[in-house]
T-cell receptor, first 116, second 116 residues
Framework: DSGVTQTPKHLITATGQRVTLRCSPR?????VYWYQQSLDQGLQFLIQ???????AKGNILERFSAQQFPDLHSELNLSSLELGDSALYFC???????????????FGPGTRLTVL | AQKVTQAQTEISVVEKEDVTLDCVYE???????LFWYKQPPSGELVFLIR??????QNEISGRYSWNFQKSTSSFNFTITASQVVDSAVYFC?????????????FGGGTRLMVKP
């Protein structure tokens, strides 16, 4: 158990809908990262928050957005869902980032999203 | 841009055989970190090791060992005396500390099947 929690574990929805995925980082970690794992794209970085502020952005679609709340939990919002958004969405957390080093990211169990 | 290549998409071995998973990376940074993660059939991503670019010492942890060679930009992972429980997808990942955040760039993964 990494200490990172994600809810829900599974989500089935229809095209055009909007969903929210939730993540709680490990105790003491200030950074939260979101990754998407799909068959065709592999594991891809979406976005990172550090202590409530957006820190880095990857290949995240405009239909997707995220935020990190004062209690450090994070939510990933996916809207106008398409069939191709079906994937496993991982949240990870780390202590940093810190200048000059890259902390280990610990991953949650993932949320499997199925868009029908 | 950073890139990680795991040329072996699938490896099948018989229990007790040794197996090496290859990882080749590309980066323009002089300071970077390399990681290995394991994804068992249950789906979670489990951290195995983190190595920075200034530490080329090989590491051994039980049946696992890692060979980091900067000259060939490789960070290979060997499992000695493989067991059925080692069956999983293994991911190599790279993080550059020059980035504002420390996002991970993952390779495509190697699926290891250990048969009894």
């Amino acid at each position: 158990d990494s200490g990172v929690t994600q809810t829900p574990k599974h989500l089935i929805t229809a095209t055009g809908q909007r969903v929210t995925l939730r993540c709680s980082p490990r105790s003491g970690d200030l950074s939260v990262y979101w990754y998407q794992q799909s068959l065709d794209q592999g594991l891809q970085f979406l976005i990172q928050y550090y202590n409530g502020e957006e820190r880095a952005k990857g290949n995240i679609l405009e239909r997707f957005s995220a935020q990190q709340f004062p209690d450090l939990h994070s939510e990933l919002n996916l809207s106008s869902l398409e069939l191709g958004d079906s994937a496993l969405y991982f949240c990870a957390s780390s202590v940093g980032p810190a200048v000059g080093r890259s902390d280990t990211q610990y991953f949650g169990p993932g949320t499997r999203l199925t868009v029908l | 841009a950073q890139k990680v290549t795991q040329a072996q998409t699938e490896i099948s071995v018989v229990e007790k055989e040794d197996v090496t998973l290859d990882c080749v990376y590309e980066t323009r940074d002089t300071t970077y970190y390399l990681f290995w993660y394991k994804q068992p059939p249950s789906g979670e991503l489990v951290f195995l090791i983190r190595r920075n670019s200034f530490d080329e010492q090989n590491e051994i942890s039980g049946r696992y060992s890692w060979n980091f060679q900067k000259s060939t930009s490789s960070f290979n992972f060997t499992i000695t005396a493989s067991q059925v429980v080692d069956s999983a997808v293994y991911f190599c990942a790279l993080s550059e500390v020059q980035n504002a955040g420390n996002m991970l760039t993952f390779g495509g993964g190697t699926r290891l099947m250990v048969k009894p």
